[in-house]
């Protein structure tokens, strides 16, 4: 079992850049795939991109290649995702996410989920 916590969240101006961090509990972080999701106000959940056990391989949404990076550093139990070139519709909760089958856009793969972190783009 792990257990996720988000942090990095705030308000910034479009164009701006925000790093989100998920820490993780346990010491089993490594064997785990990394999902980041957000959700703005009555939406569906989005995926936003996903990273594998070792950091080798990640995938972003089509809709935010270029602007949004994840990478995430296994000794410090952390997974990061870098926001840049921020847009006003990029306003939303971001959540982060643990999978044990892998990274993909289906929130149904991943057992673990944080509180999520509020990220607001002010145009």
């Known amino acids: 079992q792990v257990q996720l916590v988000e942090s990095g969240g705030g308000l910034v101006q479009a164009g701006g850049s925000l790093r989100l961090s998920c820490a993780a509990s346990?010491?089993?972080?490594?064997?785990?795939?990394m999902g980041w999701f957000r959700q703005a106000p009555g939406k569906e959940r989005e995926f936003v991109g996903g990273i594998n056990w070792s950091g080798r391989s990640t995938s972003n949404a089509d809709s935010l290649k270029g602007r949004f990076t994840i990478s995430r550093d296994n000794a410090k139990n952390t997974v990061y995702l870098e926001l840049n070139s921020l847009k006003p519709e990029d306003t939303a909760v971001y959540y982060c996410?643990?999978?044990?089958?892998?990274?993909?856009?289906?929130?149904?793969?991943?057992?673990?989920w944080g509180q999520g972190t509020q990220v607001t783009v002010s145009s």
């Open positions: 996410a643990a999978s044990m089958i892998g990274y993909n856009n289906n929130y149904a793969t991943y057992a673990y």
């Open positions: 346990g010491r089993t972080f490594s064997s785990y795939y």
